[in-house]
């Protein structure tokens, strides 16, 4: 960061510092998907009451409504947060983080909400068009992250057409589209997510697939071209905005989502869950070059199922969500299909230690009759269904987020409503929820909170499938930090 900084924007000077100063969260704004595609109001933001001093504690207390069919919104971010922290003296204003982004990788619009003037009511004030992202040759918005300059950025998955593209969207500050953001012939094949890290001149970005693929459910076939669907890394130079290495990441890799560095900005070192066979390779910068390496450092096998075809196949683990406390010492990791959340110490990031798995649903529940589970390398038994405030856990732990002190993990059950119903039709009828994990922050390990549970079953319009959670002030995932050299 710039020695000349006098001012101080959004969020924290350091991640320690949120982890250390920042508020317990009081409000959880939900990414919430609408099942049916015929209901007019359509997708929403849900505002989740989670301070337990309130008389509304896990109580749904708002919906913002986009009032458009067929969205699918995903995920969220802002227009500013803690890589806005250090403000130039120059700087003409300073930065606020006031308006939380929500792009909808079916309908390729982007609703940008403000969340100041009643941060229990978030209200929709300017909606961008799908045909401002077409005209630039991009569609599937996905990841959005502010940047220090005051744009915001959001990356792509496809074209105008819905081939497989990555990319990315730049809008200024009042969500102006400026034009895509990589420069040079060399494009990516695919996208997904994305993180930066200026101070080793970097970013890093996933990928998932062609968005007229994966928009019809997963298909096995999908896979024959892989130029359509994700097995790679990609490494940008953040000065030039150009794409200089790509790392395949084989058969083990293949759909590589979620990707972080680690929080420390001086650590050019991080991790990507690649859902389909649940692996998670660790990569990091080589010693004598801007080059990057890769390796796996999590496998976790997948089990030999019948779900009642009366053939048994492969079941990957289908790891979703990746997730590291503020300090770098814990990683969580989701596997949507098997039905546990993991927690592993990363203290030594190449050999991550198991040290917290916990069952909340899945594919494989002992009380599924027509499931039989023919070879697990892993469990001896099947886990059996669980129960929180009588509501039986249906689904698998999907997206999670991690509170600024790493005490407690929300953890929600929708992937992709598409998918939803391919894999999980039963909590698509009846709803999805949101759980919370206690965690031990010194020792390790984690426990399901018996107390919590936010239940989508009995929503204004019909069951709703939340996914993305976000807290106000920012959280373990929408904040990037800056090396401050002041």
Not at 79 to 95: E, R, T
Not at 115 to 122: A, E, I, M, T, W
Request: net charge negative; glycine share 10%.
């Amino acid at each position: 960061m710039s020695k000349n900084s006098c001012c101080r924007g959004p969020g924290y000077a350091t991640p320690l510092d949120a982890m250390k100063s920042g508020p317990r969260e009081k409000l959880l704004y939900t990414v919430t998907v609408q099942p049916n595609l015929d209901e007019p109001h359509g997708d929403y933001l849900s505002t989740i009451d989670v301070d337990p001093e309130s008389p509304t504690y896990c109580q749904i207390i708002h919906r913002t409504f986009t009032n458009r069919k067929g969205d699918e919104l995903h995920h969220s971010g802002w227009n500013a947060c803690s890589s806005c922290y250090y403000v130039d003296q120059n700087a003409k204003s300073i930065p606020k983080r006031d308006r939380l982004v929500l792009p909808a990788i079916n309908s390729d619009f982007i609703y940008i909400l403000d969340v100041v003037k009643d941060p229990r009511k978030p209200e929709i004030i300017k909606v961008i068009d799908g045909d401002v992202l077409k005209s630039h040759n991009v569609t599937g918005p996905h990841t959005t992250h502010c940047l220090a300059n005051g744009n915001i950025m959001i990356s792509v998955m496809g074209d105008a057409q819905g081939n497989a593209k990555g990319d990315f969207i730049l809008f200024d500050s009042d969500f102006n589209c400026i034009g895509t953001w990589t420069k040079g012939e060399k494009k990516a094949l695919c996208g997904y997510d994305f993180w930066y890290q200026p101070h080793f001149d970097v970013m890093v970005a996933s990928e998932w697939g062609a968005p007229n693929k994966f928009r019809r459910g997963w298909q096995s076939g999908d896979l024959d071209d892989m130029t359509q669907y994700g097995c790679r890394i990609n490494f940008y130079k953040w000065s030039t905005q150009t794409l200089y290495q790509t790392i395949d990441l084989g058969t083990d890799g293949i759909t590589p989502l979620e990707i972080r560095f680690l929080h420390d900005p001086k650590r050019a070192e991080g991790f990507v869950g690649c859902a389909l066979n649940a692996k998670v390779f660790y990569f990091k910068k080589k010693s004598d070059s801007d080059e990057f390496e890769a390796k796996k450092v999590i496998d976790i096998p997948g089990k030999l199922v019948d779900t009642g075809s009366g053939t048994a196949e492969n079941m990957g683990g289908m790891i979703s969500d990746i997730i590291i406390s503020l300090d770098d010492k814990f990683l969580y990791v989701n596997c949507w299909r098997h039905g546990d959340v993991r927690q592993y110490d990363i203290s030594d990031p190449e050999n991550p230690k198991l040290t917290g798995q916990l069952f909340l649903g899945g594919a494989i529940c002992s009380d599924l009759p027509n499931v039989v589970v023919k070879e697990d390398k892993e469990l001896k038994e099947r886990p059996p269904a669980r129960y929180v405030k009588g509501h039986r856990l249906e689904g698998g732990p999907q997206m999670m987020q991690l509170s600024l002190d790493g005490k407690r993990l929300y953890v929600s059950t929708s992937l992709y409503s598409p998918w939803d119903k391919q894999f999980y039709p039963q909590m698509v009828s009846k709803g999805g929820h949101i759980c919370l994990i206690d965690v031990d922050t010194v020792n390790g390990g984690i426990s399901l909170n018996e107390n919590f549970f936010v239940d989508f079953a009995n929503e204004p319009y019909g069951p709703g499938l939340p996914h993305e959670m976000r807290y106000p002030g920012g959280d373990c995932t929408s904040d990037i930090w800056l090396a401050n050299d002041a």
